[in-house]
């Protein structure tokens, strides 16, 4: 007699990874207290609302790009030219369009937008044109449960195989929003601030941390600011920056916290992304920032499995087993990696030289992950913009120049690493998650900027095995005393081989090869006459 302890798991099963780009134009409009616009120096944007709905093969997507401009005025008088603004709501860049998808049935379908791209251009003296390109990374996934049998215990001796197997079970996946309302003052020996022209946000340091029955993932909350500074004699001097960094100690420390159902420490995926800023000043010594951060949390369950693949007898009698061919998703590799992106911005020819950087902004990066054999190729680019002082400008000219990169005709700014995963193969699949540790630039001489990104990805590596696993096995021992010669069966419905084999103590192999069949369970007719051996076959 066989006793058979059966286990259950869930796995998500990968049917479709890819990225796709979405491209939009629009115009935005000045509002009627700032003055004429001559020219955009700098542009950021935050996707503030996006919205998307499966309709047979297509994913509808809806939403708003939160658009922050730093542009020339045409009207200069005694005031410095620089102009920034910000345009929100139904005045930022709305957006609606479609990506096709491929025809998967029973798919479970996920996406993520980022804003990779926003150029802006002068269409009339109060309009602005714009450019967005926002990249879609697409998934569809299907959860199966898996049934196998994990451990035999038998009276007579057996002799068990096993395969040992990683897997990760899907948790919880959810979105989490925080609002961050800081108040900054100014320090010295920087100049009071007249108006504010800019204001970034990023979070670095990012981790997450497990506690009791929930997830939180920390950081700060870096601040880089541009303004127009207040002259002693009351009016508006030239440009100035500050930033509050993790450097510096100036930056905002954060907590997102997703509460998860797991009392178990779990695998924990996040992206983190800011999804609006706001910023305000009633006093010439500080300023308020009001930032909106989204997250998204992936929890997961990583554990061992041991399935039983085969089982024989150490004695007397024949093992009978049922079989299922399986599709495993097996975890090859878990693991967080730090990518160190340094780039060399110079400037353009015909461009004047740098006198003082004021202000780097950087969109989120495009991101392509391909395995090789032990390691993972990372290849992306990204869109940037240089605010800056032209050399030789006295403060109170504040002459302002603005350079460009993955903006129109002007080339992204790439880059390449390699990932070292001993052990990974070409044909196995990779899911990524990336989120930014660390900013920094730094002017190098007249014509260059250096620029240093750290990241943090998340990196699970799988493959997808086909195993024939046991279901169920029974010891089937010799009968003793005497059989009929001849002995009939007639198929019932909803009969199997492995029950007819269960009630006349034989085998599915000694049953199927006496009648023939060649793929038992499809080929048993109800009504149909089976001859039951008299003799067990193994």
């Known amino acids: 007699m066989l006793t058979c302890r059966h286990g259950q798991a869930t796995m998500e099963r990968t049917l479709y990874a890819a990225s796709r780009s979405l491209e939009i134009e629009g115009e935005l409009y000045l509002p009627e207290e700032y003055p004429e616009l001559e020219a955009v120096l700098s542009a950021h944007g935050y996707l503030t609302e996006v919205a998307g709905e499966i309709d047979g093969n297509k994913l509808l997507l809806s939403g708003t790009v ?12 005694d005031q410095v030219s620089a102009y920034g603004l910000i345009l929100s709501g139904i005045n930022g860049a709305v957006f609606n369009g479609e990506i096709s998808l491929p025809d998967l049935a029973a798919a479970t379908w996920d996406w993520h937008a980022r804003l990779v791209k926003i ?76 108006r504010l022209l800019s204001c970034q946000v990023y979070p670095v340091s990012l981790a997450a941390a497990f506690a009791k029955d929930r997830v939180n993932i920390e950081g700060k909350l870096e601040v880089h600011l541009a303004y127009v500074t207040l002259a002693e004699d009351g009016h ?20 997102i916290t997703a509460e998860t159902p797991v009392l178990q420490e779990p695998a924990v995926d996040y992206e983190i992304w800011v999804e609006g800023v706001q910023f ?36 007397e009698g024949i093992i009978d087993l049922k079989r299922e061919s399986v599709a495993w998703v097996e975890v090859v590799e878990d693991a967080e990696r730090l990518i160190t992106v340094e780039k060399m911005l110079t400037l353009p020819a015909g461009y004047p030289d740098l006198g003082k950087v004021l202000q780097v902004s950087i969109l989120e990066p495009k991101l392509e992950w391909q395995l090789s054999s032990d390691q993972l190729m990372v290849t992306g680019e990204m869109a940037g913009f240089l605010l800056y002082q032209t050399a030789g400008a006295e403060a109170e000219s504040a002459t302002l120049q603005t350079a460009t990169w993955g903006m129109g005709d002007a080339a992204a700014l790439g880059f390449g690493t390699a990932l070292e995963l001993p052990g990974v193969e070409t044909e196995m699949q990779s899911r990524c998650t990336v989120n930014l540790q660390q900013i920094k630039s730094e002017q190098v001489d007249g014509r260059t900027v250096k620029l240093t990104l750290e990241f943090k990805a998340r990196i699970r590596v799988t493959q997808n095995r086909e195993i024939a696993l046991v279901t169920d096995s029974a010891l089937v021992l010799p009968e003793e005393g005497p059989k009929p010669s001849m002995l009939f069966y007639v198929v019932q419905s909803g009969d199997t081989l492995w029950q007819i084999a269960r009630r006349y103590n034989s085998t599915m192999a000694t049953i199927a090869a006496a009648n023939y069949l060649t793929n038992p369970d499809q080929e048993l007719v109800s009504g149909r006459k089976l001859l039951i051996p008299k003799e067990l076959r193994g």
């Open 66 to 77: 939160e658009t922050h401009l730093v542009y020339q005025s045409k009207e200069k008088l």
């Open 236 to 255: 508006e001097g030239g440009v100035e920056t500050q930033k509050w960094t993790a450097e510096n100690g100036g930056a905002i420390p954060f907590q």
């Open 280 to 315: 305000t000043s009633t006093h010439p010594e500080s300023f308020r920032v009001q930032a909106q951060l989204g997250v998204e949390v992936c929890l997961s369950k990583t554990k061992q499995i041991n399935a039983i693949i085969d089982v024989s007898p150490a004695g």
């Open 119 to 194: 150029k802006l251009e002068p269409g009339t003296a109060r309009a602005v044109k714009y450019r967005l390109e926002l990249e879609v990374q697409l998934h569809a996934n299907q959860s199966a449960q898996v049934g196998f049998i994990d451990e035999i215990k038998a009276e007579a001796g057996i002799h068990t195989e096993v395969e040992h197997l990683v897997i990760a079970e899907p948790v919880l996946k959810t979105y989490v929003k925080r609002d961050i309302n800081q108040q900054f003052p100014l320090t010295y020996p920087k100049p009071p601030l007249a």
